[in-house]
C-alpha cells in the first residue's frame, strides 16, 4: 500500500500540533480524518481549534469529522468513536498523539498534574485503543501508531522527572503489550518518537519558549515518518520503537533540512533517546 486514500484515521489531539500534521499528510492522500480534541473554541496560548483543523483538512484534499472529546472521559471518546463509525463506515487506524507533559521533580509536581498526566498519556491511549480495536479488526490493513518514545529503564530517565515519564512510558508499554496481544489477529501496534524537539504549542508555551523552537525541526518530520508506517503492511510491521528520523532515512530521505525551524541551526535533542544525538 502506497497511500491512505480511502482510510479512516481517528487521531487524538490533532488539532494542532504533531497531531494536526499527521493529518493533514494523510488528508493528501484523500484519507478520512476523525479529529479528536477538547479545543473547540480559540485558546489565548494555543493555535487552532477542531472546526479549523477539520478545515484544513478537507482543504487538503481530505474528509474530516470534528469530534469534541477529553480523552480523560470514556463516554466521550465511546461517542467520538461511534460517530466515526457511522459517519465513514469503519476505523482502520488510530493515532494516540494526545498528551500531557510537566517535567517537575517528585516534590514539585502537584498530584493534580500527576492525574492530568496518567489520565491523558496512559489511560487515554490504553482505553482509545480499547474502544476502537472492535473495529480495527475489521479493518484490511489496521495500525495503532502511539506517539511515545522507545521504553529503557534507565534512571536517568526516571529521576528527574519521574511522574512524566511512567505516564509517557505507559502509552509506550500498550505498545509492547497491545503488539504481541494482537499480532496474530493483523493489528499493527507501533510508537513513533522524534529525534529532536519538535516546534509544538508545548515546546513554546512549557519547554523553552523561542530559543527552543528555533532548535526544532516542524512537525510535518513526525507526519512523514508516520505516513511511511502507516503504509506498511500491518502483519509485517509490529512491535516497533520508531525514531522519525530513521524511519524516513530507511525510505531514502537523505536530507533533512527543509523540516528544521531555522535551516542550519543547531537541533536540540528530544528526551528519552539514549545515544542523545541530534543531527
Keep these: 500500500m502506497s497511500s491512505l486514500n480511502g482510510k479512516t484515521l481517528l487521531i487524538t489531539g490533532a488539532s494542532r500540533g504533531i497531531g494536526k500534521a499527521i493529518a493533514l499528510r494523510a488528508a493528501r492522500d484523500g484519507a478520512n480524518i476523525a479529529v479528536l480534541a477538547k479545543t473547540a473554541t480559540p485558546q489565548p496560548k494555543l493555535e487552532g481549534t477542531i472546526y479549523t483543523a477539520a478545515e484544513e483538512i478537507e482543504g487538503a484534499g481530505g474528509r474530516a469529522l470534528a469530534c469534541i472529546a477529553d480523552i480523560r472521559f470514556e463516554e466521550q471518546v465511546h461517542a467520538a468513536v461511534e460517530k466515526t463509525v457511522e459517519t465513514f463506515g469503519g476505523i482502520d487506524m488510530v493515532i494516540n498523539n494526545a498528551s500531557a507533559i510537566d517535567l517537575s521533580s517528585t516534590l514539585d509536581v502537584t498530584m493534580k498534574r500527576y492525574d492530568l498526566m496518567h489520565h491523558i498519556n496512559t489511560r487515554g491511549t490504553f482505553m482509545t485503543s480499547k474502544l476502537c480495536l472492535p473495529y480495527l479488526l475489521k479493518a484490511e490493513n489496521p495500525h495503532i501508531l502511539n506517539i511515545s518514545p522507545p521504553l529503557d529503564m534507565s534512571s536517568k530517565w526516571f529521576a528527574p522527572h519521574l511522574a512524566y515519564t511512567m505516564a509517557k512510558f505507559g502509552m509506550s508499554m500498550c505498545v509492547l503489550g497491545m503488539a504481541e496481544e494482537f499480532r496474530q489477529r493483523g493489528v499493527a501496534v507501533n510508537a513513533l518518537w522524534p529525534r529532536t524537539t519538535i516546534a509544538t504549542a508545548a515546546i513554546r508555551n512549557l ?23 502507516l503504509i506498511r503492511r500491518s502483519r509485517e510491521c509490529t512491535g516497533n520503537f520508531f525514531i522519525d528520523e530513521d ?32 543531527h
Design 207 to 229: 519547554l523553552g519558549g523561542e530559543k527552543v523552537m528555533q532548535c526544532s525541526r516542524k512537525p510535518e518530520i513526525m507526519a512523514d515518518a508516520a505516513h511511511a508506517i
Design 247 to 278: 524511519v524516513l532515512r530507511a525510505g531514502g530521505v537523505t536530507s533533512f533540512d527543509d523540516y528544521s525551524v531555522v535551516p542550519g541551526a543547531p537541533l536540540m535533542k528530544d528526551l528519552f533517546l539514549a545515544d542523545g544525538s541530534a
